[in-house]
């Protein structure tokens, strides 16, 4: 037993560090965004598709849930499927992308449930410059990460920020270098592609949370009636 909560306080510090002792930043998206969602799924098929599938997700359903019609669908989102009930899956070999980036780039249908959506958010805020990897970039929060970094056209470079502690130098924060003026737009763009993660995590979210609220009126109603009906039974009994 004395052994059981060693190891659990042990544990415990690795648990609280697991995103590499990094702060995460808060992500504000909002499921209920049509707009937002739509723009993250055109960002996710530009940007993400090439690499990543999203196997579990159909074209169609996504369509039907944002708000995007069949022709729409097909003229804007749709590379490598030709038909609407197709999933997102991708074209890309595993073994050639093994080779290319030393690993096969995950399946993202569920990465907001098993990262969480500030932990995503993060990630794509924290890429920076490092000449010491392959494409020359590094990631705050997923140390020698094998993806590039895709999306540099829409945020630019990032500069680590080095302090020395302890004759160790540590980073302590990334600067963008050049142009600022794309800063806040790309923030909301990684939010929309955020949304549309987290949308895709568990397409049904939003009908469960609308169903949910639905369930609680109900019971509260019925609960109303339960205590009429309680003090009309035990009227005659006092
Ligand atoms: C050029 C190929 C490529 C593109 C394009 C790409 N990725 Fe990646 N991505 C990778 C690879 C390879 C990894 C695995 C990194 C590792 O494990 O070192 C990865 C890992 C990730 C992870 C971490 C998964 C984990 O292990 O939890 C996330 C999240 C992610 N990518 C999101 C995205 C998003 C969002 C986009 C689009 C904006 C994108 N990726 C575009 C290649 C790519």
Redesign the pocket.
Known sequence: MKKLITTLILLLPSIGFASGGVALQHVNNDLTDNDSLKAGAQ??VD??S???SADYVRFQRIGKDIGISDEELLKDFMFSADKVGETMSIAMDKAD?KKW??????D?SV?SR??GTDW?YT??MSFYLDPSRPFGVNNLI?P?????H??WDRQGWQEAVYEEHDGHKVITSLKLIGSKDKAEQYKKDVTD?VNF?DYIGEPAKLQRLALGWKVILFLFIFLIFAILLKKEYWKDIH
Do not use: E, N, Q
């Open positions: 960002l996710f940007y993400c090439g690499c990543h992308s980036f030393g690993v096969t780039p995950p993202l990465i098993s990262r995503l990630y794509m997923f020698d990460v094998g993806m590039p895709v999306m592609l993660l």
